[in-house]
């Protein structure tokens, strides 16, 4: 018996040192293999020019993307929970966007936002508004990569949320209708108060998610033009790994370290 | 009836960059860069497909390889480790339950990273177990935590009477476990097939220019390389889109409660 229990035991323990020691090996990297430099590192990425951008950017395009991710799942699923015909269906269909691979999603919105040929601009110039450069811009890099992203994430908040919405009893909502309560009023003072943890949860999932975010901004845009759309996560793939051709020559794995490790600090406080 | 109508309208709404995709997939060459394009492939054309079979097999294999040797590590680590926190219930289980839903939280390009140095020393870069066992940890925390909460569902008794009869934990393991959380290993490995089949960022760290590519990659230089060719770009992103989609008409019940499972169960 014990002898099981050590063996299956063993094995999620393997697995979590093995998780720890890749975490630690990046680390090392600096203390093992290179001069001890202590805070020298950190002192360097604070004092990089594309810190505060990308700073600025991660907080942007974390919470703009949590922010309409969580308002049009929450509106969705209170729309699906009213149970007409083919609600179930359409609501499996809703899922399609989230369970695509990134870069499938990724690369069709750069071509939907494509500046000459994106069915974007073509839309846009039919109710006459003049062509964007979507992807091309440093002023609106950015917010393709949030719109692309609040895509995706969409159908995770329309699921959880939903399954939050079937636990709260129809009774109270009847209850609320016979003492006249109007929809809205019913939405502000049932749903959304008795919704709370299941909110917290979902934003808090979604949060995580978010500040991982990576293929996307990496195939649409790798960050630019000009670090326009730069986050934390990028620009340490990029210190880290450069154009997709990593050449570990003694300079790139500090700079590696240096950009992850405040980054994965930021993240666990 | 209104309701109906105002559903399908925001599900076309939201669908509509998949069925972009579709449409340029169909697209010719030459109609590519027409303004305003069309909206229906009127004149289809398979070229995108045809390259899509000429060039992109491999990947697409490659891809399959790495994904089902990823489904089975990640039930062969996680199983049993969900049966040993459930029901043998370990000093520091709770503890490890938590360290579990921390690593899931770590970012993938850290994990990347620290991949990239382990396999630079041992010689496992580009290879493709290497990108299997990388792969594998997207999902063994997810997958350990499904498979506690599951096998905590099943009743003690039964393991109790399979003890009865002669049967060691292991063999209660094999016999009465494993076959009871059929559920659960489906959710389990359609997660870990799709995370690994969409992977890109081990994959462009740990695979980039080597023999065995999966079809992220495939995807990914195609966008690189020639920028005119888009229905070919997008064919390739339809036929990476299958799989995703099999799995959600197929299974669409253990998808709900995969999504479901990590935020209900706290």
């Keep these: 018996m014990t002898l099981y229990l050590a063996l299956f035991y063993a094995y999620p323990l393997y697995r979590n040192l093995d998780l720890s020691l890749r975490d630690y090996t990046v680390r090392s990297f600096v203390q093992g293999d290179a001069p001890f430099t202590g805070l020298e590192n950190y002192r360097k990425v604070f004092d990089d020019p594309t810190f505060a951008p990308a700073l600025t950017h991660t907080v942007v395009f974390t919470a703009v993307c949590l922010l309409f991710q969580y308002a049009i799942g929450l509106a969705l699923a209170v729309f699906f929970n009213q149970h007409f015909r083919l609600s179930a269906t359409l609501r499996a269909l809703f899922l399609v966007p989230w369970l695509l691979p990134l870069i499938v999603s990724a690369s069709t919105w750069s071509w939907m936002l494509n500046s000459d040929s994106g069915i974007v601009n073509a839309l846009l110039s039919a109710v006459g508004i003049g062509p964007v450069n979507w992807l091309t811009s440093p002023e609106w890099s950015l917010t393709s990569v949030i719109i692309a992203n609040i895509w995706i994430g969409v159908p995770f908040n329309l699921v959880v949320l939903y399954s939050g919405l079937q636990s709260i009893p129809v009774s109270l909502y009847e209850a609320a209708a016979l003492d006249g309560a109007s929809a809205w009023r019913r939405f502000w003072s049932i749903t959304f108060p008795l919704l709370r943890p299941v909110s917290a949860i979902t934003l808090l999932l979604g949060l995580v998610y978010t500040l991982k975010v990576f293929d996307i901004i990496w195939i649409m845009t790798k960050g630019g033009p000009a670090d326009s759309s730069t986050t934390f996560a990028t620009w340490s793939y990029r210190l880290g790994f450069g154009n997709l051709l990593p050449a570990f020559g003694p300079a790139r794995p500090s700079a590696t370290c240096s950009s992850s490790r405040p980054w994965c600090s930021a993240w666990c406080t | ?266």
């Design chain 2, 1 to 266: 009836m209104g309701k109906t109508t105002t559903g399908v309208l925001l599900t076309a709404l939201m669908l509509f960059p998949v069925y972009w995709m579709l449409n340029v997939s169909f697209t010719r060459d030459q109609d590519m860069r027409k303004s305003p394009p069309d909206l229906f492939p009127v004149h289809g054309t398979f070229e995108g497909y045809r390259a899509v079979l000429d060039q992109q097999l491999p990947y697409l294999g490659t891809s399959l390889v790495i994904g089902l040797g990823t489904v089975a590590l990640t039930v062969a680590l996680a199983a049993p480790a969900g049966y040993a926190l459930a029901k043998l219930r370990p000093r520091g289980g709770g503890l490890l339950s938590f360290l579990l839903l921390v690593a899931q939280m770590v970012p993938g390009i850290i994990m990347a990273m620290g991949f990239y140095a382990i396999y630079l020393q041992l010689g496992l870069l580009q290879s493709v177990p290497g990108l299997i066992v990388a792969d594998s940890t997207l999902a063994v925390p997810f997958a350990v935590l499904i498979f506690t909460a599951f096998m905590s569902g099943i009743p003690g008794e039964l393991l109790q009477a399979a003890q009865m009869d002669g049967a060691g934990p292991l063999r209660t393991f094999r016999s009465v476990v494993l076959p009871m959380s059929r559920n659960a290993v489906v959710t389990v490995s359609l997660f870990a097939f799709l995370w690994s089949w969409s992977d890109f960022v081990f994959a462009s760290t740990l695979a980039n220019g080597g023999a065995h590519e999966p079809i992220t990659l495939g995807i990914y230089h195609y966008i690189g390389n020639n920028n005119q060719e888009w229905n070919a770009i997008m064919a390739t992103a339809v036929v990476a889109s299958l799989p995703a989609t099999v799995i959600l008409v197929l299974a669409q019940r253990y998808v709900a409660a995969g999504v479901t499972a990590g935020a209900v169960k706290d």
